[in-house]
């Protein structure tokens, strides 16, 4: 295995990491819900009386975000080696995997173990094997 020096960015990301443990821990102060995407984004799926205002500020905030920083830093040049049909596919088993799961990755692995819970461990476990095992068969085994 070979680390690529050019994209290895280890002070971004632990600044990066830093700020979502703060965040979430903020909003879990705050308002005393946990700080999970698919929860937040579900709740406008079905909205509750006097419930959207803050999760329509949270998805906006989410988009507006990266818009904003486009503008101080420039353009982040992403290259995504999938196709559209493996992209819809892998987005649906997600979208299907935060539901049996009862939440994503944001729910389960930042808030869920920090709070020490067994079934975020168990959730956690579940998706990073799974993604794991996705990499290797496609990368070594279907290469």
Known sequence: MQ???NHFTPWA???GGLLLGLSAS???LVNGRILGISGIVGGLL?????DTSWRLAFVLG?????S???LFAGPVLATVDAGW???IVAGLLVGVGTRYGAGCTSGH???????????????TLSFMGAGFAVVFVMRHLLA
Do not use: E, K, Q
């Open 13 to 15: 990301s632990l600044i």
């Open 3 to 5: 680390i690529d020096w």
């Open 109 to 123: 692995g930042v808030c869920g173990l920090s709070r020490l819970s067994p079934r975020s461990l168990v959730a």
């Open 68 to 70: 904003v920083y486009t």
């Open 85 to 87: 049909a493996t992209l």
């Open 26 to 28: 903020l909003f879990i």
């Open 46 to 50: 079905t909205p509750r009386a006097g």
């Open 62 to 66: 989410l988009v507006i975000a990266p």
